[in-house]
């Protein structure tokens, strides 16, 4: 599977929140912010907290954090709600607070023994969650809880993969068939940044200078043999391809088609990153820098006697 289209379907699982059919009145209690509802329900049956709904194996706290609904976690978690449930598909109330970049409901989670680790279906991490929606915050507070910079979904991509949004030279191709509510939510945020839609948001070379202080592997390969490198230049990153450079990412290292990230930027038309990247290739290989063995000496000559 692209690496693109394996993002995609994460931010799409993150940022829709909870769209399952609903089991049991309390998940339509929960869903409508019906607090006296719930607690009557819970105080006659208290078995219901961890009720999973037929469709998604979504349980009451997995409605309220996609919902946003903060007074409603807090209850049901004080009511000895699973924050480490996982649906059907493996994710849990933390990867949908992270997806929501709900800061507030993340801290209260973890506050509450959500595992920073846990892991969807497909291997996804909170850390990778946040770091490709793009939030700092999220980042720096994940890691300071433990989370690892180094791990991999279950196709070899790291949180520094993620980190470049929509990534891959045929990513809109991939995801144009893509329709709905569930689609709309789930915009780049590259796309976001082109319509001035949030002119605070921090530069994404950000979060690559987080992950790598705290030990993400630069060069790491996924199962396609695609590197940081590849998909911050594919996404437009220049910041971030400049500093992945700086941090000794290899410019020559090619995927399983043999393509190198000067190749994605290509196709992705993006001429300034190809330019940079084309350098510094050509630089590695005129010096021996990542990937190129050094340049070879003159043989000296044997001395001869007069």
Known sequence: MRTSVRLFVVLLLALTGTGAALAAPIHAAVK????????????????????????????????AVGEGLATMTAFLLSRQADPNAASNDGTTPLLLAVGNEDIDLVKLLLAK???????DNDG?????????????????????????????????????HYAAGDVGPDEEEEAAPATGTAAAGAASPASAEEEGEDEDEVPRVEIYKALIAKGAEVNAQDEDGVTPLHAAAAAGEQEAVVYLLAKGADPNLKDKEGKTPYDWATEAEEPEIAKLLKAKMKFDTLHGGPGSAAPARPARRPATSR
């Open 32 to 63: 409508a912010d019906n607090l006296a509802k719930v607690t009557a329900l819970l105080d006659k049956d208290p078995s219901l907290i961890n009720l999973k709904t037929t469709k998604d194996g979504e349980t009451p706290l997995h409605i």
């Open 113 to 119: 023994g959500a595992d920073v680790k846990r892991r």
């Open 124 to 160: 996804a991490a909170a850390l990778e969650i946040a770091a490709a929606v793009g939030s700092l915050d999220l980042v720096n507070l994940l890691l300071a809880k433990g989370a690892d910079p180094r791990g991999k979904d279950k196709t070899g991509m790291t949180a520094l």
